[in-house]
Structure formats: structure tokens, C-alpha cells
């Protein structure tokens, strides 16, 4: 079958970087995109990799490693306002979105 | 784990005609649900939340005479794409949310090709 594997819970400390991991098994693959989603408000768009190497944008940084099936989400200088869930999802062969469960990330003082 | 379905997994249609996408959360009941729409290599684009009982607020540029929305149930929501074009070719996609706001699910989506 095919899934996404991303852990359901981080904590980290304001101004310090945390790295979001995912890995991957699909059939196929077309890109892998990183979501952030705020309680009770839709995910927005964050990252999209289909090559590997790192994509870097600002605070933000999406990592991909196809032939290892994984693929990291970087937050560095991190904010109160970064709490929140992040959705690791994948497209497959057929263009079907893969999505991970998401990973909730708290951000203490 | 909660779990969404969407119904059907793909569809193609012949312009001008109606397409029917059934959202279901199979355990849990969900209070807001979420229409996305997503085109190939691009990030998912929100269309509308529609909360049981009441009308779908759609997102700007999102025609809603075209798409409708139907929150019914608390367990069922449909999009309607009236009179498909070959441009409303599309991945579909739906979440739902549950009471507590930190929970949303998504759907495995619905793939429309409009000849």
C-alpha cells in the first residue's frame, strides 16, 4: 500500500530551528509538497520538491531525497505563529495526492 | 483514525454536462468540510468551507453559481461542477473538521477530465 509516515507531535522553543521529517512509499512519485495548516483554518501552501536537493525560501526550507523516499521540512528562527499542524503529501504515478497525518508543532517560549 | 471518503475516485464527463463529488466522513462528524481543487504540480487551491446547515462561503474568483456546495449532514457534502468545462479539469479534494480545530482530514481526492 502506500503511505506517509511523519511524526504526530514536536515541541520546540521560540527563536531555535526545528526539522519535520517524512518519509514516503508510493507508487510512483510526481512531487511531494509540504502544507502548514493553523487550527480551524485551511492548509496553505508552503514548499513543492520533485527534485532532490534543498529548496530554500526564506525560514522555510524543504529538503527531498527520492531514491531514500524522504524528504525534511525546515524552520529555522522559529515564532510563536509557526504553531501549527504540517502536512507532508505526496503524488503518485497517477497524480493521486499520498497525504501524511500531519504533524502537529508546539512552540513554548 | 478518522477517515474521509470521496466519491468517485475519478470521473470524466462530456462538456457541458454535471458532475456530482460526494464527501463522506465515515466515523466522526464532521461540523466544516473543505473543497480544494488542485491542477498538476501546483499547490492545493482552497474553493470554499461549507459548515453544516448553512451556506458554503467561497473563496474569491470561485464561481459559485458553478460550484455548488451542499452541507446536508453532518457526515455528507457535495460539489456539484454545473455545467463542466474542459477547463474545470481538476483534482478535487475535500476535508473535513471535526469540533476540535486542530483536527482536519482530507479526502483522497476526485480526478475530473472534462472532454
Known amino acids: 500500500g502506500q503511505n506517509i509516515d511523519q511524526p504526530t507531535e514536536m515541541t520546540a522553543t521560540e527563536g531555535a530551528i526545528v526539522q519535520i521529517n517524512c518519509t514516503y512509499q508510493?507508487?510512483?512519485?510526481?512531487?511531494l509538497f509540504w502544507y502548514q495548516q493553523h487550527a480551524g483554518e485551511a492548509p496553505t501552501f508552503l514548499s513543492y520538491?520533485?527534485l532532490d536537493g534543498l529548496e530554500e525560501k526564506g525560514r522555510f526550507s524543504s529538503f527531498l531525497s527520492r531514491s531514500k523516499g524522504y524528504s525534511y521540512l525546515l524552520l529555522k528562527e522559529l515564532q510563536m505563529k509557526d504553531s501549527a499542524s504540517y502536512l507532508c503529501?505526496?503524488?503518485?504515478?497517477?497524480?493521486?495526492?499520498?497525504w501524511g497525518a500531519g504533524t502537529k508543532l508546539i512552540i513554548k517560549p | 483514525g478518522a477517515v474521509v471518503s470521496q466519491h468517485p475516485s475519478w470521473v470524466i464527463c462530456k462538456s457541458g454536462t454535471s458532475v456530482k463529488i460526494e464527501c463522506r466522513s465515515l466515523?466522526?462528524?464532521?461540523?466544516?468540510m473543505f473543497w480544494y481543487r488542485q491542477f498538476p504540480k501546483q499547490s492545493l487551491m482552497l474553493m470554499a468551507t461549507?459548515?453544516?446547515?448553512?451556506?458554503?462561503?467561497?473563496e474569491q474568483g470561485v464561481e459559485k453559481d458553478k460550484f455548488l456546495i451542499n452541507h446536508a449532514s453532518l457526515t455528507l457534502s457535495t460539489l456539484t461542477v454545473t455545467s463542466a468545462h474542459p477547463e474545470d479539469s481538476s483534482f478535487y479534494i475535500c476535508?473535513?473538521?471535526?469540533?476540535?480545530?486542530?483536527?482536519?482530514?482530507f479526502g483522497p481526492g476526485t480526478r475530473l477530465t472534462v472532454t
Open positions: 476535508s473535513a473538521g471535526t469540533g476540535d480545530l486542530n483536527e482536519q482530514y
Open positions: 466515523d466522526f462528524q464532521a461540523t466544516t
Open positions: 461549507s459548515n453544516e446547515g448553512s451556506k458554503a462561503t467561497y
Open positions: 508510493t507508487s510512483g512519485f510526481n512531487g
Open positions: 520538491n520533485v
Open positions: 503529501s505526496v503524488t503518485d504515478s497517477n497524480y493521486q495526492l499520498i
